[in-house]
């Protein structure tokens, strides 16, 4: 019987990525639904203590796979130790991170176990009862209420909602004849966990039998991307600047006001494409998806493939000389205007507003 | 060199507009082109081709009118050109696309097989990956730079925030990118030559001893499409026109400070 969610982890350079932890959040709801266990399973070189803080974010138990060969995330090795482990342990679930390491492996994992994967969820269901609410409120399936109410509630398969032709369609998508029910997930869509250093769990060694034999490419070099990459998705406020800021020091008032807010500066790909600004700020499709609690975008109009990388924004300003575009019509709030006179003022509200409050303190 | 390069026609996405009623795909009028991606992928065949050798073969899967997006890829200066076309492929997953893919890419053999990372309209970049799987052979995906040397590859991978120099022994696949390159235009020779030259049609009759009929097609394939739907029109939020500067920032720094954002 195929039982309990494994959530194989990503890390590099012994570092676990944040998208494992949402992995781990999002399989603890879902494992509740099913009354199963979320498993995570760890792999690397000299990683073992990592094992505890998956514990810590909800796993109630760790497979730690040790090996000098997966230092460095290669195809064959990591496909031939996780493809052991589901075949010896027979999960329920198994999920992925959809960065560029999951989706290199995760598609060849399914086909060696001969089962399906669904690519880049944004959101899973079990609870037949959560997908009809979801439909109903967030999709266009609001205007045919007696389909998703006519869906059976009996229906305990992994429901694995994406987006397909560039964001313009969802899709849900079942795997019910085969086991177990794969996914990658899009990382920065499912909510962070919240960390309990009282967690306590299993850790489990597997000896998996992958050896350096297995590596069928060899690395020549590692190199690092120049600067340290900011990680536009871990900001909770984003200052995001398209076509409009009109060209590379058009960003600068952009910094400026992320820096008063506690924020950073993102783009749309025309900044990106016109070698304005680096290519990890962009946001959208072939961007980074981020949920900042605010979004504030400047001169930026609002391209389906731009929305599909911000539209999970808790709260979206836009400032834009075009009050039809469609920014403005996604927006929380639009502010018809030009950014080059509204930005820098803004900055400075923002500079004296704190200063009162420091003064009042 | 043998260079075997898969080729996916799809919409052009980009002009895709959502029935916002019924939450369907108009797809009427929208254009049909090569996956960027793939498209990438026949410059950087041709660029091996002409260094070192050999030749270069375009495989497809789809619906007869894909042989139009072959006739391109024969006019950029491809070598020939197969069509897998049958009743029996309809509704193929990932796994399954790559299955009966396999299968042909077998019959022919190769030396490399080039596919694009991701088609723009699945969007899955699952079929390059799960192709190899199904040759056993070796892959590199995320692939922004490419070089021969002697019988390996060395490629640049793409990862979030480093990249690997690879070398791997052909035969192998590489999942490339549309950065890699700048795909060249179709020649006027080429395009004479490319409606003179056939395109072999390959049907499941032609690959059926090496095909497992349970295993391709929507009944063989693992996962199935539960509902497609549009997103919701978002509710309208309030859009301000003709404000001061002043009254601008009033407005944005209310709402900053309504929800504690600083
Ligand atoms: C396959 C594919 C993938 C893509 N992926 C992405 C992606 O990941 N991310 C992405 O962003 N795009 C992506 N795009 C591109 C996308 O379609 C749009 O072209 C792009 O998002 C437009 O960027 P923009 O809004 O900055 O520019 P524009 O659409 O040109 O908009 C500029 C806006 O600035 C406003 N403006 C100009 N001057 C001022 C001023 N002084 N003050 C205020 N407002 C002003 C204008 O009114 C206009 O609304 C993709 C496209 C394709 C085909
Ligand atoms: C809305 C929707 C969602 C879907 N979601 C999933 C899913 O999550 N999982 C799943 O298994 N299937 C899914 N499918 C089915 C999937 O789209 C098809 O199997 C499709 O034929 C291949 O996937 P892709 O377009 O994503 O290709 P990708 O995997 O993105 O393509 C990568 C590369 O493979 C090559 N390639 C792909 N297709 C062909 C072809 N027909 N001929 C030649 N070369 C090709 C090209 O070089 C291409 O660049 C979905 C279908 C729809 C309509």
Known sequence: ?361 | MKILVCIKQVPDTAEVKLDPKTGRLIREGVPSIINHDDKAGIEAALKLRDEVGGTVTVVTMGPPQADVALREALAMGCDDAYLLSAREFGGSDTYATATIIATALKKIGFDVVITGRQAIDGDTAQVGPQIAEQLGVPQVSYCEELKVDGDYMIVRRQFEDQSHLLKVKTPCLITCLAELNEPRYMSVYGIVDAYKKDVTVWGFNDLKDNLNPDWIGLQGSPTNVFLSFGKKQKDAGTVLENLSEDEAVQAIMDKLIERHLI
């Open chain 1, 1 to 361: 019987m195929s039982k309990d969610i494994f959530v194989v982890v990503e890390q590099r350079d012994g570092v676990v990525q944040k998208v494992s932890m949402e992995l781990i959040g999002e399989s603890v709801k879902l494992a509740g639904d099913l009354g199963e266990n979320v498993v995570a399973v760890l792999l690397g070189h000299n990683i073992k203590d990592k094992a505890q803080l998956l514990i810590e974010y909800g796993a109630s138990k760790v497979l730690v796979v040790d090996e000098p060969v997966l230092e460095h995330y290669t195809t064959e090795p990591y496909v031939k130790a996780v493809d052991y482990i589901v075949r010896k342990y027979e999960p329920n679930i198994v999920l992925f991170g959809a960065s560029s390491i999951g989706r290199d492996m995760a598609p060849r994992i399914a086909g060696r176990l001969h089962t399906g994967l669904t690519a880049d969820c944004t959101r899973l269901d079990i609870k037949v009862s959560n997908y009809q609410e979801y439909l109903l409120t967030k999709t266009s399936m609001e205007n045919n209420p007696d389909k998703v109410n006519s869906l059976d509630t009996s229906d305990t398969f992994l429901k694995m909602t994406r987006p397909a032709f560039g964001g313009n369609v969802m899709a849900t998508i079942v795997c019910r004849n085969y086991k177990p029910q794969m996914a990658t997930v899009r990382p920065g869509v499912m909510e962070m966990p919240v960390r309990n250093k009282d967690a306590k769990g299993e850790i489990e060694m597997v000896d998996t039998g992958v050896s350096m034999a297995d590596m069928n490419v060899e690395i020549l070099e590692v190199l690092p991307k120049k600067e340290k990459a900011v990680d536009i998705t871990e900001a909770k406020i984003l200052v995001s600047g398209g076509r409009g800021v009109g060209g590379p020091e058009g960003y600068d008032p952009l910094r400026a006001l992320a820096k008063e807010l506690g924020g950073e500066v993102s783009s749309s790909r025309i900044g990106v494409d016109n070698g304005w600004i680096e290519k990890d700020r962009q946001v959208g499709q072939t961007g980074k998806t981020v949920r900042p609690q605010l979004y504030l975008a400047c001169g930026i109009s609002g391209a389906i493939q731009h929305q599909a990388g911000m539209e999970g924004s808790e709260f979206i300003i836009a400032i834009n000389k075009d009050p039809l575009c469609p920014m403005m019509q996604l927006a929380d709030l639009g502010i018809q205007g030009d950014l080059k006179k509204i930005v820098p003022k803004l900055t400075e509200a923002v500079i004296k507003y704190k200063q009162g409050l420091a003064v009042d303190k």
